[in-house]
């Protein structure tokens, strides 16, 4: 009489429709993640035009007057140089009533 042993372990098609199974759910997350940065950028921009927009009122409170620029804002220690961009690379401004607007890039 045989006996068989019983030998445990993933069979070699076991493996490949794992592997098929795991590459199908990752096609269908990359391209909703990739969408989703974006919004979560314009949302990080929508943000910091909310707290640059708090400087330049701290600075009309100390200096009677709206700043012309960003570079105004950087100048007193307002806002740190490297940090004058929105998340999503726009560029932002101060308009004459000292408003803070993002410039959207034309592309």
Excluded: R, W
């Excluded at 429709?17 to 950028?41: G, Q």
């Excluded at 409170?61 to 570079?71: H, L, R």
């Excluded at 105004?72 to 401004?93: D, F, H």
Aim: proline share 4%.
């Amino acid at each position: 009489m045989k006996i068989l042993k019983n030998k445990s372990g993933f069979t070699l098609i076991e493996m490949l429709v794992v592997l098929l199974i795991i590459t199908v759910l990752i096609f269908v997350a990359i391209p909703n993640i990739t969408k989703h940065s974006k919004s979560i950028n314009n949302k990080g921009c929508e943000a910091f035009v909310q707290m640059v927009q708090g400087q330049v009122q701290a600075y009309e409170m100390e200096y009677k007057k709206f700043p012309n620029t960003i570079q105004e804002l950087v100048n007193e220690g307002y806002l740190v140089e490297k940090k004058t961009k929105c998340p999503n690379g726009n560029e932002i401004s101060i308009n004459s009533e000292g408003k803070v607007i993002e410039v959207k890039d034309p592309s």
